[in-house]
């Protein structure tokens, strides 16, 4: 399991999985993009689009922060070029990253998310499963 969501009133509130820390972070941005599209797995795959690729490269001041700004930037991203991005490879040091990521173009989104938040965000290992709460502001 990549993702579940999570009831809350106002927002849209997901725990996110990974085996590994860049697995969390990957699944974090594929919940992104199936959120903003939600047939975003079918588009990711679909070999007819013409993708375009994008370096990405964040730094931050702990583990948390760095997750809330690269899906922030994720967001911003997609927002302007009207993409959905799915991470192709993510390479962590320390509370910095790089990535690579491949969007694909659509015509709307499904959801306006209007941002990223740090409530109730805090990684950790659990069982041997890397796991935090992600919150969006719809």
Do not use: C
Not at 19 to 38: D, G, P, Q, R, W
Not at 93 to 112: C, M, N, Y
């Amino acid at each position: 399991m990549k993702y579940q969501i999570l009831e809350h009133p106002a927002e849209l509130r997901l725990r996110i999985y990974g085996k590994t820390l860049e697995e969390l972070f990957k699944n974090a941005a594929f919940a992104l993009a199936e959120i903003l599209k939600h047939d975003a797995e079918k588009i990711l795959k679909n070999s007819e689009l013409k993708p375009k690729t994008q370096k990405l490269k964040t730094k931050s001041v702990d583990i948390n922060s760095l997750l809330v700004d690269f899906l922030s930037e994720i967001l911003a991203r997609s927002q302007i070029s009207k993409f959905v991005f799915q991470v192709s490879s993510l390479k962590f040091e320390d509370t910095s990253l790089e990535a690579e990521l491949i969007g694909f173009p659509v015509e709307r989104f499904d959801e306006d998310i209007k941002a990223v938040t740090y409530q109730d965000l805090n990684i950790q290992k659990i069982d041997g499963i890397w796991q935090t709460i992600l919150v969006f502001d719809i």
